[in-house]
C-alpha cells in the first residue's frame, strides 16, 4: 500500500493472524492500487469494466466517498481530477477497518493498527495506548499525547509530503495549515475529515468540526499555533 503498517496485539503470538492481516492489506492494494495495471481501478479508467459492473466492494466505495462528498460540502472527492474516480483517499482507512472487522470476528479486543499514521485502537481490561500527536515544525517533539482505550486517529499535513492536498472546489493544492489530526470512533470518518478539513483552511475547519458529534479536532496553522475543537 505504499506506506508504513504496524500491527500490535499485546495477547498473541501467532504469526498466522498477523499474515492474515497483512494479507488484507496486499489484496486492498492488489485491488485498488491505481498503480498496478492488474488493479480493478485500473481497468475501471481503461473503461475494461464499466461502474455498474463492479465488484460489490468497489460499488461500497463508490457509494461511501459520494456520501462523504456530501456530509463535507465537496472538501473531500474522489472525483475532482478530471472526473475520474479515484478513492485513494479512502480506501485507506477502509483496509484498517477490514482488519478491525477481522480481529472483532476473532475475539481479540485489545490491539492497535498504524497506517502510515491512521491509527485505529481498541482496548479490554483496562488497557490504555498512549499517542503522541506530531508537531508539524519538529516531528520528534509532540504537541499533544493522547491516552486512549477505544478511539480512531488520523492526521493531515504538508509537513511530511509537502503540499499533496487539494481544494476538490479549485483544483489547487492548500498550504494554509501546517496540520489537522482528528480522533473519533470511526477510522474510514476520521481518515475523511482529516483530509477534508485540511483543505477547508481554519474558520471553516473549526466551524464544521464543531458540528460533529463525536468527532473532535487538534488543528495546526502555519505559525504553530495550535487550535482545538476538544470538548472538556
Request: hydrophobic share 40%.
Amino acid at each position: 500500500m505504499g506506506m508504513p503498517i504496524s500491527i500490535d496485539i499485546p495477547d498473541t503470538k501467532s504469526t498466522k493472524l498477523f499474515n492474515e492481516l497483512f494479507a488484507i492489506c496486499e489484496d486492498t492494494d492488489e485491488r485498488f492500487s491505481p498503480y498496478k495495471t492488474t488493479s480493478e481501478l485500473q481497468k475501471l479508467w481503461r473503461g475494461q469494466i464499466k461502474e455498474r459492473d463492479v465488484s460489490d466492494d468497489m460499488k461500497h466505495i463508490i457509494a461511501e466517498c459520494e456520501r462523504y462528498e456530501h456530509i463535507t460540502d465537496r472538501y473531500f472527492s474522489a472525483r475532482f481530477v478530471a472526473g475520474s474516480f479515484n478513492p485513494t483517499g479512502y480506501v485507506k482507512a477502509w483496509a484498517i477497518q477490514r482488519m478491525v472487522d477481522y480481529l472483532a470476528n476473532k475475539h481479540i479486543e485489545t490491539y492497535l493498527i498504524n497506517a502510515g499514521g491512521d491509527i485505529a485502537a481498541h482496548s479490554a481490561a483496562g488497557h490504555t495506548w498512549t499517542i503522541a500527536i506530531a508537531n508539524p515544525f519538529n516531528t520528534t517533539e509532540p504537541i499533544a499525547e493522547l491516552n486512549i482505550d477505544n478511539l480512531a486517529i488520523a492526521t493531515s499535513g504538508s509537513y511530511e509530503k509537502g503540499s499533496h492536498i487539494y481544494d476538490p472546489h479549485t483544483n489547487m493544492a492548500v498550504d494554509s495549515l501546517a496540520s489537522v489530526t482528528i480522533f473519533g470512533p470511526d477510522i474510514t470518518t476520521v481518515d475523511v475529515f482529516a483530509t477534508a478539513t485540511f483543505a477547508m483552511g481554519l474558520d471553516r475547519a473549526i466551524d464544521f468540526m464543531k458540528r460533529q458529534k463525536h468527532y473532535q479536532a487538534i488543528i495546526v496553522d502555519k505559525t504553530g499555533t495550535v487550535y482545538t475543537t476538544a470538548k472538556t
